[in-house]
């Protein structure tokens, strides 16, 4: 499976995107208009062994709601991460049995090599 899992209204995914130059093939699922499925969760769960891996504790949600003064768990995580599409970690990149979750420069390079090599 080739998907990025993003939000278009994130200037940082919009970059990342560019950045990427991702060849035919790659399926693109904008999360706030196409909600993640509990399915396609469960799969980047698969891939990643923890809930709180795909969470952005960065979401202005997160410190709204003061779930930054609580002990969540990962199914927690879990339930928010279904609840609203801005507490998915973004840009989420999944290349055949490789996924990279986030933003960070060492993450976006590390997919861009998976990608193009």
């Known amino acids: 499976m080739q998907k990025v899992y993003y939000l278009s209204t994130c200037d940082t995914c919009k970059r990342i995107l560019d950045e990427l130059n991702l060849p035919a093939g790659f399926t693109l699922q904008e999360i706030k208009e196409n909600p993640i499925t509990e399915?396609?969760?469960q799969e980047l769960y698969a891939s990643t062994g923890s809930y709180e891996a795909l969470f952005n504790k960065r979401a202005r949600l997160y410190r709204e709601r003061g779930l930054n003064t609580k002990d969540l768990e990962d199914k927690d995580y879990k339930g928010l991460l279904l609840d609203h599409?801005?507490?998915?970690?973004?840009p989420v990149v999944i290349l055949g049995d490789k996924i990279f979750v986030g933003n960070s420069k060492k993450t976006v390079a590390a997919a861009k090599e998976a990608i193009h090599g």
């Open 39 to 41: 399915t396609q969760l």
């Open 85 to 90: 599409y801005t507490f998915l970690k973004r």
